[in-house]
């Protein structure tokens, strides 16, 4: 404990003498400071709160990249509209926008857009598709800035984890009364940095995290890496985590905000039915199964 308070005492110290150097060499160990893997997620926050500035790297989302959206079919509605395929217009507060602003979510393959939208086997659906007119930049917690430091390793990892966590609400119903079971009475505090590195973790975090603003959290972590990129983060899906364990996935979510919307344009849409051997709930199955800590 007298060491994790000399490392913020001199994080602070080198803060106020604008030794970038010496932030650089601090802040991301700093981010450990505490107990259990929460503790960096809210380190983070109060860093970047503080001024502290953190840099994950970015993708380059290059021109004539296809993406992907779904929705539910309705039968009175005319899919090869443009406008149908814009951002919510409600513009209700999600996993990464605040309420109010514009958003779009798209996935970078249909088989991920699928799950997120949670459609059943057997059900139809419209699938949206896109092409990018001009690269992007995207940021996230997915993009070494130095592979060689290990705590930014980690604190990515568990920051891009708490990110996708699956949240609470009424379409999820089936998917947490699964969790519930496989995690019994799993608290925040009891996640360890022995799960690091278990593609579990989301889940984990998606349990334990009983509050009711969950998204309150998310767009706070988002917070600053927004004001640096702008046009859209990308992230993982946590039906599809590897790329929380550090491995490169091509299954992955993106959300555009105004300046990455323009840059994008809507192609054709397409009716089709889920037919493919999968859904939300027996991905998650597969996840818990091969991943629980009994199998470690």
């Given at each position: 404990?007298?060491?994790?308070?000399?490392?913020?005492?001199?994080?602070?110290?080198?803060?106020?003498?604008?030794?970038?150097?010496?932030?650089?060499?601090?802040?991301?160990?700093?981010?450990?400071?505490?107990?259990?893997?929460?503790?960096?997620?809210?380190?983070?926050?109060?860093?970047?709160?503080?001024?502290?500035?953190?840099?994950?790297?970015?993708?380059?989302?290059?021109?004539?990249?296809?993406?992907?959206?779904?929705?539910?079919?309705?039968?009175?509605?005319?899919?090869?509209?443009?406008?149908?395929?814009?951002?919510?217009?409600?513009?209700?507060?999600?996993?990464?926008?605040?309420?109010?602003?514009?958003?779009?979510?798209?996935?970078?393959?249909?088989?991920?857009?699928?799950?997120?939208?949670?459609?059943?086997?057997?059900?139809?659906?419209?699938?949206?598709?896109?092409?990018?007119?001009?690269?992007?930049?995207?940021?996230?917690?997915?993009?070494?800035?130095?592979?060689?430091n290990l705590s930014w390793t980690k604190a990515a990892m568990v920051l891009n984890a708490f990110l996708i966590a699956p949240s609470r609400c009424d379409k999820n119903e089936a998917l947490f009364n699964l969790l519930d079971e496989t995690f019994k009475g799993l608290t925040l505090d009891q996640i360890k940095v022995k799960d690091i590195e278990n593609p579990n973790l989301p889940l984990k975090f998606g349990v334990a995290n009983k509050r009711t603003k969950y998204y309150d959290l998310t767009n706070q972590l988002l917070k600053p890496i927004k004001e640096k990129y702008e046009y859209g983060i990308t992230y993982s899906s946590c039906y599809i985590p590897l790329g929380t364990v550090g491995i490169r996935c091509s299954d992955r979510n993106i959300v555009l905000y105004d300046h990455g919307i323009n840059k994008i344009k809507f192609i054709k849409s397409q009716i089709k039915t889920h037919n493919k051997q999968f859904t939300d709930i027996k991905m998650m199955r597969v996840l818990i199964e091969t991943f629980s800590d009994s199998k470690k």
């Open positions: 404990m007298d060491e994790e308070k000399e490392l913020l005492t001199a994080l602070v110290h080198a803060v106020e003498e604008n030794n970038a150097e010496l932030i650089n060499k601090y802040k991301y160990e700093s981010l450990f400071y505490g107990f259990g893997l929460i503790s960096i997620v809210t380190n983070f926050i109060a860093l970047t709160n503080y001024g502290i500035k953190f840099d994950f790297g970015f993708e380059l989302l290059k021109k004539g990249t296809k993406l992907y959206r779904i929705r539910k079919y309705e039968p009175n509605v005319d899919f090869n509209d443009p406008s149908q395929w814009s951002y919510n217009p409600k513009r209700s507060k999600n996993r990464g926008n605040l309420e109010g602003e514009a958003a779009l979510y798209l996935g970078t393959t249909e088989d991920v857009c699928i799950l997120e939208t949670h459609i059943k086997e057997g059900e139809s659906y419209v699938l949206g598709e896109y092409e990018v007119k001009e690269d992007i930049k995207l940021g996230g917690f997915l993009h070494s800035e130095d592979k060689n």
